[in-house]
């Protein structure tokens, strides 16, 4: 798998098409059976999001995760993960998250991840699971401390249009984290991806290219 370092990685997306310049990963939610094709420009990742996480059994997670693996449609496992705010119940949160980050280990594929006032938890479950594949959370808001720890114990982070804000708590210390562990995204906000590298690069005090040929590496180094 591999990607050009003169293109914008877009790390996490929702139904978004890939622009001029631009790679997008695909976040697809498990319970749609969406038929996909992987292309140059599109990758693609699936999984059962907390906020559905009562819409499918074990079984079914299990069976329609594996078959996209199988059959190459996916590079990662995700969107799952926890939400104390919104979705289905905690312990069915729990217990779709903690399979899919199984399947994910078995298969040696990373996890992408929804975490709403649940990094702790998050960490845990890994530490617990003794994982040895990468975690990412996707479109991360969390605090310096917490990403401090999330970092130390291996995650990666993908950060969106907060960084541009310079009321959001991250855009304070955005530029002291590690520039490989970090990855860029749009989710399904209305945020342009150049415009997004253009505050990362400007914050980080390096170039435009130089930040893509970074992400580029972040992401042959996540995917092995």
Known sequence: MKIYDNNFLNFHVHQHESGKEEIVIQ?????????????????????????????????????????????KKIIAVGETGLDKIRGANWETQLKAFSLQAHIAEKNNLPIIIHSVKSHNEVLKLKINLNSKIPWVIHNFTGSEQIA????????????????????????????????????????????????????????????????????????ESLFN
């Not at 970090?182 to 590298?197: A, P, R, S």
């Open 148 to 219: 401090t720890d999330l970092i130390r114990h291996g995650f990666y982070l993908s950060l969106c249009h907060h960084i541009q804000n310079s009321n959001s708590r991250i855009s304070e210390y955005f530029n002291t984290l590690p520039l490989d562990k970090i990855f860029l995204e749009t989710d399904d906000f209305n945020v342009n991806i150049k415009g997004l590298y253009h505050t990362a690069a400007t914050k980080f005090g390096i170039s435009i290219e130089e930040l893509k040929k970074q992400i580029v590496m972040n992401f």
């Open 27 to 71: 976040s697809l939610f498990l319970q749609e059976n969406r038929i996909v094709e992987p292309g140059d420009t599109v990758f693609y990742t699936a999984g059962l999001h907390p906020w559905h996480a009562d819409l499918l059994s074990g079984t079914e997670i299990e069976y329609r995760l594996q078959k996209l693996i199988e059959e």
